[in-house]
């Protein structure tokens, strides 16, 4: 069952919220996809210039948007909820733990330092006034983390993190099939949401590609490794319209004139 907002985050606060059509079969459990998540990239883009007051719509804004889904996996059944990061002490020593305590191969930064993450959570880098952070509970259990950023910005990007241990299991495809729906009912003006990852990272541009998502840009040596290799980096995103009917519209990727030649000027 699809849940909506609710005063807290335990099963008992939710309410089912209506889906688009096409997403019907969505809901039914999460699909095997593998997770190795990563959109942790460098940014390409300009931020937008305006900015929309948060105090006006408080009321719909990202807070307590949960769902809970039931994964089948062989005779295994599991349960999937998300919940808000809340800043405090305690949070902030359970995700320094989360992201210390793992390898991150295909993020800029391989290893994490429990100290910068105490840090950035004192200083809102994962809970503030455009940012949101939402745990993936699996059965009780901490699974990963999806952070959401730019939520003042018509096209938000979001970082996916998935423990070693749940990879492989559906859970990055059911995340960003969850936050990407979160988003745009939360926020009627934002037209679309971008991720980035590394070219080589194949299960999360499988995780793109069959939640709706279109392949972009393609940055030549623009991700660099923890051992020097730099990486192409590659984008995708999904517009509004897009989720709204259920389709996929990639750009053109053959829009310049065949008659060109590299190095000549006019």
């Excluded at 005779?75 to 902030?92: C, N, S, T």
Aim: positive net charge; charged residues 30%; hydrophobic residues 35%.
């Amino acid at each position: 069952m699809w849940f909506g907002p609710g005063k807290d985050f335990s099963a008992r606060s939710l309410r089912p919220c209506p889906v688009p059509p096409h997403q019907t079969r969505k809901m039914v459990r999460v699909t095997r996809m593998s997770a190795t998540a990563s959109t942790g990239a460098p940014r390409f883009r300009s931020v937008q210039a305006t900015r929309i007051s948060i105090a006006a719509r408080e009321a719909r804004a990202i807070q307590g948007c949960d769902r809970m889904r039931w994964s089948t996996r062989g005779d295994v059944h599991v349960r999937v909820e998300y919940e808000r990061f809340v800043g405090d002490e305690a949070q902030g020593e359970l995700l320094a733990d989360f992201m210390a305590g793992e390898r991150w191969p295909y993020h800029v930064s391989e290893r994490v330092d429990r100290d910068a993450v105490r840090r950035r959570v004192g200083e809102g880098y994962y809970d503030g006034e455009w940012v949101r952070t939402f745990w993936i509970v699996v059965d009780g259990a901490h699974a990963g983390v999806v952070r959401l950023e730019d939520l003042d910005d018509e096209t938000p990007m979001f970082d996916l993190r998935i423990r070693s241990a749940y990879r492989g299991r559906g859970l990055g495809g059911g995340a960003v099939t969850w936050l990407t729906e979160q988003v745009f009912r939360a926020y009627p003006e934002i037209s679309r949401i971008e991720g980035t990852t590394r070219q080589d990272n194949h299960a999360m541009r499988r995780v793109f590609r069959r939640c709706g998502y279109a392949k972009e840009a393609h940055y030549r040596e623009a991700w660099p490794s923890a051992d020097g290799t730099v990486y192409d980096s590659i984008g995708y995103a999904i517009t509004r319209k897009d989720w709204l009917a259920g389709t996929v519209t990639p750009p053109d990727w053959h829009d310049e004139p065949a008659a060109e030649t590299p190095g000549l000027t006019a």
